[in-house]
C-alpha cells in the first residue's frame, strides 16, 4: 500500500459514505485496545496530542484509555488551532470529563522542564501523515522530552513516530498505523489496526481515483495534455466529434483527424481538424498520422472508423508503429482483432463491450462481476495491456489489480456514450496518467456525467449532452 493510494481511498471512503468521525474514532479506539492489549490496565498513562487529526486521535484514544486507567492529555500547541470538525468533537467531548486531566503546553521553556516520571507510557499523537518538513517548536521541544524517558516508559506512536522522517522524531517502543502498513514506512516498528475501510476500496473507482487523475500540472497552453483522435468513414463523423468534444474539456488540444469528406461537417471551433484524403482511412494515410501523433500525448483510434478492409489494416499499421500511449476503441478493436501481436510492446487501454470483448477474446464475460473481472485481469495480462469491459459495472484491469465502477444508468446504452468514454480515457492518458487510472477515472467521470444529465433529463438524453456534463463532472470531482 502506497501513501498515494491511502490519499484516493480516504476520498473513496467518503463517497461511500464513512465519515472522518469514524475513522477518527476507530483509530483511536485501536491504539488504545493495543496499548491495553500489550500493557495492560490501571497505568498512568500521558498521551501528547497535536492540534491535528494525530492529536485528534490521540483525543479519543486518551478518552478509551480513560475508562481503566488514569489518563493525562497534553495539548501542544493552542486550541483554536484545531481545525478539523471531528477532532474539535472529540476535543470538547474530552474537555467536559472529569477524570482525564488536560494541560495545554504552549511555551517551549515549560515543556523543556515537565517531570514525566511516573507515567507507565506515552502516548504521542503530535504530528502524523500531514507533517511538513522539520518539526517547529513547541512540537520539536515535546518531542525531545518524550525522548528523555525512551527506555523508562513505554512509548506508543500514533500513526507514525512524530517528526518522521527528520533527524528530531519520537523514539517509540512501537507505532500503531492504521488498515494498511505503507510501502513507504520504514525504521520503526509498526502494528496494523483496522479502522473500518471495507474490501470495496481495493477495486472500487471513486471521486479520489478521478481526482488524482485531474491534476493539473502545468500553466501554459500544451501542458495540460495533447490528444489525437483518429476516427470518422465515409459521412460517418458522429463518433470521433463525441470523443473529441468531451475531451476538449480536460485537455489543452484536441486533433482531430478524420477523412476529408466526413471531416467537412465539423465546425467545432474547440477542435483542431486534420481531415485526411479520401473517403476512409487506409495504409497510406499511416505516415501522415504519425507524424500527427509526434506532437500529441496520446492518441484515441477507432470511433466510427469503419470496417472496411483497407481500414483495419491501416488501424492495424499504425497501432503497430505508433509510440504513444493509445486507447482503441469501437471498429478499431475489431480491426485488431485479427492480429492482437500489434499491441505487443505498445501502451494502451482496449475499450470494449461485452461483444467487442468476444471478438477480440474469443469468450464473452458473463456471470457476477467479480467472475468478469477475473476475466479481464486474464486477458490484460495476456496482451500486457489495459482492459476497460463496458458494462452496468464496468471493469478494468491491467493484468495485475482489478478495478470495478458503478456510476452510469440505463439511459447511457444511447449511441456515442462509449465514444464520450473513450476521448475521456484519451485525455487522462494525455494527462500522463497511467493506463489504469485514465481508464478508471475516464469511467467514473463518463457514468458521472451520466447520472448527471439523468437528474434533469431522466433516461432520454443523447451523448452530446453527456460530453456536455464533463465540466460539470470535473468540478463536482475536484471539489469532493
Ligand atoms: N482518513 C484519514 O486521513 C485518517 C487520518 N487519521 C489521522 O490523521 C492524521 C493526519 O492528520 P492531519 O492531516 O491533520 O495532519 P497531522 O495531524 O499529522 O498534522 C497536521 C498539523 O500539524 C502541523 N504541522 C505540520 N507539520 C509540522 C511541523 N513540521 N512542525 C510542527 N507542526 C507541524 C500543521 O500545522 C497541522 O496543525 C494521520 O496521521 C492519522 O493519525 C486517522 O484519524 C484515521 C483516518
Ligand atoms: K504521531
Given at each position: 500500500m502506497r501513501i498515494e493510494d491511502v490519499y484516493i481511498w480516504d476520498i473513496n471512503a467518503k463517497w461511500l459514505g464513512i465519515t472522518p468521525y469514524q475513522l477518527m474514532e476507530n483509530a483511536g479506539a485501536g491504539v488504545a485496545r493495543t496499548i491495553e492489549e500489550r500493557f495492560g490496565k490501571g497505568l498512568k498513562i500521558a498521551v501528547f496530542s497535536g492540534t491535528g487529526n494525530n492529536g485528534g486521535d490521540g483525543f479519543v484514544t486518551a478518552r478509551h484509555l480513560s475508562f481503566e486507567n488514569d489518563v493525562t492529555l497534553f495539548l501542544v500547541g493552542d486550541e483554536a488551532k484545531i481545525r478539523s470538525e471531528e477532532a474539535r468533537h472529540n476535543w470538547e467531548i474530552l474537555k467536559g470529563l472529569d477524570f482525564v486531566k488536560i494541560r495545554v503546553l504552549k511555551d517551549s521553556t515549560y515543556i523543556r522542564s515537565l517531570d514525566l516520571s511516573g507515567f507507565d507510557v506515552i502516548v504521542d499523537a503530535l504530528l502524523g501523515a500531514g507533517t511538513k518538513g522539520e518539526p517547529r517548536e513547541p512540537i520539536r521541544s515535546a518531542i525531545e522530552k518524550m525522548n528523555e524517558y525512551a527506555g523508562k516508559a513505554k512509548i506508543v506512536s500514533v500513526d507514525l513516530p512524530s517528526g518522521y522522517p527528520s533527524q528530531v522524531q519520537v523514539k517509540a517502543d512501537f507505532t500503531v498505523t492504521f488498515q494498511w502498513d505503507k510501502e513507504e514506512y520504514e525504521g520503526f516498528e509498526r502494528v496494523v489496526v483496522k479502522i473500518g475501510y471495507p474490501k470495496e476500496l481495493y477495486h472500487i473507482v471513486g471521486p479520489g481515483?478521478?481526482?488524482?487523475?485531474?491534476?493539473?500540472?502545468?500553466?501554459?497552453?500544451?501542458?495540460?495534455?495533447?490528444?489525437?483522435?483518429?476516427?470518422?468513414?465515409?459521412?460517418?463523423?458522429g463518433a470521433p466529434y463525441l470523443a473529441a468534444r468531451a475531451a476538449s474539456y480536460l485537455v489543452d488540444l484536441v486533433y482531430l483527424a478524420m477523412p476529408g469528406y466526413p471531416a467537412r461537417r465539423v465546425t467545432d471551433p474547440d477542435l483542431i481538424l486534420r481531415p485526411v484524403e479520401g473517403k476512409n482511412f487506409s495504409p497510406g494515410h499511416v505516415e501522415e498520422l504519425l507524424s500527427i501523433a509526434e506532437k500529441a500525448d496520446?492518441?484515441?483510434?477507432?470511433?466510427?472508423?469503419?470496417?472496411?478492409?483497407?481500414?483495419?489494416?491501416?488501424?492495424?499499421?499504425?497501432?503497430?508503429?505508433?509510440?504513444?500511449?493509445?486507447?482503441?476503441?469501437?471498429?478499431?478493436?475489431?480491426?485488431?482483432?485479427?492480429?492482437?501481436?500489434v499491441l505487443r510492446g505498445k501502451t494502451f487501454v482496449l475499450t470494449p463491450h461485452a461483444g467487442e470483448f468476444k471478438v477480440l477474446f474469443g469468450v464473452k464475460p458473463e456471470g457476477s462481476f467479480q467472475?468478469?473481472?477475473?476475466?479481464?485481469?486474464a486477458k490484460a495480462r495476456e496482451i500486457g495491456g489495459v482492459i476497460l469491459?463496458?458494462?452496468?459495472?464496468?471493469?478494468?484491469?491491467?493484468?495485475?489489480?482489478?478495478?470495478?465502477?458503478?456510476?452510469?444508468?440505463?439511459?447511457?446504452?444511447?449511441?456515442?456514450?462509449g465514444d464520450v468514454l473513450a476521448g475521456l480515457v484519451?485525455?487522462?492518458?494525455?494527462?500522463?496518467?497511467?493506463?489504469?487510472?485514465?481508464?478508471?477515472?475516464?469511467?467514473f467521470i463518463n457514468g458521472l456525467a451520466g447520472d448527471m444529465v439523468k437528474e434533469g433529463l431522466g433516461e432520454n438524453f443523447t451523448a452530446l449532452e453527456v460530453a456536455k456534463k464533463v465540466p460539470h463532472t470535473v468540478r463536482w470531482v475536484v471539489e469532493f
Open positions: 481515483d478521478a481526482k488524482f487523475a485531474l491534476r493539473k500540472k502545468g500553466e501554459h497552453k500544451g501542458q495540460n495534455g495533447k490528444l489525437l483522435i483518429i476516427g470518422g468513414s465515409g459521412d460517418y463523423y496520446a492518441v484515441v483510434i477507432g470511433p466510427g472508423i469503419g470496417l472496411s478492409e483497407e481500414t483495419k489494416e491501416f488501424v492495424r499499421r499504425f497501432v503497430r508503429r505508433c509510440e504513444k500511449p493509445m486507447v482503441i476503441d469501437a471498429d478499431g478493436l475489431k480491426a485488431i482483432a485479427g492480429d492482437l501481436s467472475e468478469k473481472a477475473e476475466l479481464v485481469r469491459l463496458k458494462g452496468a459495472y464496468d471493469v478494468i484491469s491491467d493484468g495485475e489489480a482489478w478495478k470495478y465502477n458503478r456510476t452510469g444508468n440505463r439511459g447511457m446504452t444511447t449511441g456515442g456514450t484519451g485525455a487522462l492518458l494525455a494527462l500522463g496518467n497511467a493506463p489504469l487510472r485514465a481508464a478508471s477515472a475516464g469511467a
